[in-house]
């Protein structure tokens, strides 16, 4: 079950990588669009997923390395509704930013929830 919350994680990383280069992508174009809220809301998800599965291997006896690591996924939780709350009248443009620098903040915490694991 470990490996599994293992993997989990390394696709956790690649999506938020991947919805912080299109939220960027769409800054300097479009802006926001319906398809960048869906997007966040399934990384959301996600991410939930992750949180519940790590719920479970904890429940199994398996410990995190560092204590840190359940830090890191309650701010991993909350950095997203924060930054979509945050720019939640801004324009399209400035709004797909906002979510953009926010999924920049989540790849961090991601590496280092990997890394702490």
């Not at 174009?29 to 809220?37: D, H, N, V």
């Not at 690591?69 to 797909?96: D, I, M, N, T």
């Amino acid at each position: 079950m470990a490996e599994v919350h293992y993997a989990l994680g390394i696709v956790v990383l690649a999506a938020t990588a991947l919805f912080t280069l299109t939220a960027g992508g769409l800054a300097f174009s479009t802006g926001a669009t319906a398809w960048l809220e869906w997007a966040r809301t399934g990384l959301l998800v996600l991410v939930a997923a992750q949180i519940v599965l790590g719920a479970v291997v904890f429940g199994t006896g398996r410990r995190p390395q560092e204590p840190l690591h359940f830090l890191y996924a309650v701010l991993l939780l909350g950095v997203l509704p924060l930054a979509s709350r945050f720019a939640a009248e801004a324009p399209p443009k400035p709004r797909a930013a906002v979510l953009g620098v926010a999924g920049a903040v989540m790849v961090g915490i991601a590496w280092r929830l990997l890394v702490t694991g």
